[in-house]
């Protein structure tokens, strides 16, 4: 099956830094993929969908200031917490999908802390 | 909008027993697809199962299957024969769309932790 991965898995950063997450999609081209984050013991809250070249949409509730989305190419997305602070603490998962299958794949996910 | 509720926050079951995880939804579009996902305690998604809302056999992947009843507008999972192994978060999630459209977003239930006892 197709493979997405993340980078880091882990990230560890101090109040008001900023980090960023990649997502790669590693043996398909990913026309849209789709950010998530997940707090302990909760579900997957949808954050934005972003597709290749074009600016994310943004789910309501999710500012598009805080957290930057880049899909400048077909194998990769990027998420960019910008001056983090501890409530940002979470589970972020991207997931992509080709356009010609009817399934999303899932990146194993980045937990970030925020100290 | 769409919305999709689980129920089953938690749920113990004997191995090698069947398990049953319940499912709702409720969407105003007549296309859609229903999705379960697992999530064991190293965060990773893992595919289980889908069914598209025009399906019109249940869907089965191995140990597997989506009780799908359409007009009560529920999607339950049946596991088959219980392993340690399936110890671990089952989410439902559901993407509105026609042609089962991989660019449409997934929403997902809360989940339910199963626990599955030797």
């Known amino acids: 099956g197709a493979v997405v991965s993340q980078h880091p898995s882990w990230v560890i950063c101090k109040s008001g830094t900023s980090v960023k997450i990649e997502c790669r999609s590693l043996?398909?081209?990913?026309?849209?993929m789709f950010w998530y984050r997940q707090f302990p013991k909760q579900s997957l809250m949808l954050m934005a969908t972003s597709n290749e070249g074009s600016k994310a949409t943004y789910e309501q509730g999710v500012e598009k200031d805080k957290f930057l989305i880049n899909h400048a190419s077909l194998t990769l997305s990027t998420l960019t917490v910008t001056s983090a602070h501890p409530e940002d603490s979470s589970f972020y998962i991207c997931?992509?999908?080709?356009?010609?299958?009817?399934?999303?794949?899932f990146g194993p996910g980045t937990r970030l802390t925020v100290t | 909008a769409q919305k999709i509720t689980q129920t089953q926050p938690g749920m113990f079951v004997q191995e090698k027993e069947a398990v049953t995880l319940d499912c709702t939804y409720d969407t105003s579009d007549p296309s859609y697809g229903l999705f379960w996902y697992k999530q064991p305690s190293s965060g990773e998604m893992i595919f289980l199962i889908y069914q598209g809302s025009y399906d019109q056999q249940n869907a089965t992947e191995g140990r597997y299957s989506l009780n799908f009843q359409k007009a009560r507008k529920s999607a339950n999972l049946v596991i088959s024969a219980s392993q340690l192994g399936d110890s671990a978060m089952y989410f439902c999630a559901m993407r509105e769309g026609v042609g089962y459209s991989s660019a449409s977003k997934i929403i997902f239930g809360s989940g339910t932790r199963l626990s599955i006892r030797p």
């Open positions: 997931s992509a999908s080709s356009g010609g299958s009817d399934e999303q794949y």
């Open positions: 043996d398909f081209q990913a026309t849209t």
